[in-house]
């Protein structure tokens, strides 16, 4: 019953996350208009992207039912939702707005949600056992050796690690994004079983394609001080992308398999 639960859970938050990435992308006001503050385009489209993301590995897991599966993705969604918390809370305190102050408690406890949800999640069996590949291992650290410097540093609002100039508030939550998706590859590598590296590499897919063309785009206004930024943020997603697909539908040693 529990299970039967959260897979609804799952389906109808993957449902919203898939409405609101469409929206942001769109630059929707009904949408843009759920962030915290008005941040422009591209972070508008980064935002989508990481909706899409998270939509991506809801709607799967809420249909295949391996819930094994989306242990880092409940622990992914949990930190980041309680490193905005902590963004957001000390901010509605210093500039006294109860809107910020409100939406640091909606992460909160979307964060505990997410908590217990992992608690539960993590007892159940695996159904894709077969060992990760040890090239994907490496990739695995490979993204932990990205993710965790590059969200530690916004975190500290070290300049120019986004391509397009924003906000110090914006940085910081961006970081807690990029520190919350190591999870997504940490687990896979402390349980090196396929199952539990499909919800990250399918997300990440997501994120790669929203994000590639309209980052493509952006050379032609980028400023001259990010332009490296730039084109190391649209290699790498181009990589990435094409990791994704290769683990995902090519290698035999990791592909998608219903058994």
């Known amino acids: 019953m529990i ?14 996350a898939v409405a609101l990435a469409a929206g ?7 949408a843009v208009n759920t962030w915290p503050w008005l941040d422009g385009r591209l972070s508008n489209i980064f935002v989508s992207s990481i ?8 709607l799967w897991i809420g249909l295949s039912g391996r819930l094994a599966g989306s242990a880092g993705g409940f622990l992914h969604v949990a930190t980041m939702l309680g490193g905005m918390a902590t963004v957001l809370f000390p901010l509605g305190q210093l500039r006294a707005q109860a809107s910020l102050t409100a939406y640091a408690a909606g992460c909160a406890a979307g964060a505990l949600v997410c908590l217990v949800a992992f608690a539960h999640v993590r007892r159940e069996r695996v159904q894709d056992a077969r060992p ?11 993204y932990l050796l990205i993710l965790l410097p590059a969200g530690t540093a916004m975190v500290l609002r070290v300049p120019g690690i986004m391509p397009w100039p924003i906000k110090p508030e914006t940085a910081m939550v961006y970081g807690w994004v990029f520190l919350a998706a190591a999870w997504s590859f940490l687990v896979p590598l402390m349980r090196p079983q ?10 990440f897919l997501a994120y790669d394609l929203v994000l590639l063309l309209p980052f493509v785009r952006h050379f032609e206004t980028v400023r001259t001080e990010l332009c490296t930024s730039l ?29």
């Open 24 to 30: 942001y992308f769109v630059q929707a006001p009904w």
């Open 3 to 16: 299970d039967r639960l959260l897979r609804l859970g799952l389906l109808l938050a993957g449902a919203l």
């Open 194 to 203: 396929v199952e539990h590296v499909r919800v990250g590499l399918l997300g």
């Open 51 to 58: 909706l899409a993301a998270v939509a991506v590995s809801m």
């Open 132 to 142: 990760l590949p040890t090239s994907l291992r490496v990739w695995c650290g490979l």
């Open 231 to 259: 084109t190391i943020y649209v290699v790498a997603l181009s990589i990435s992308a094409a990791v994704s697909v290769y683990y995902l539908f090519v290698s035999r040693g990791s592909r998608f398999s219903m058994r």
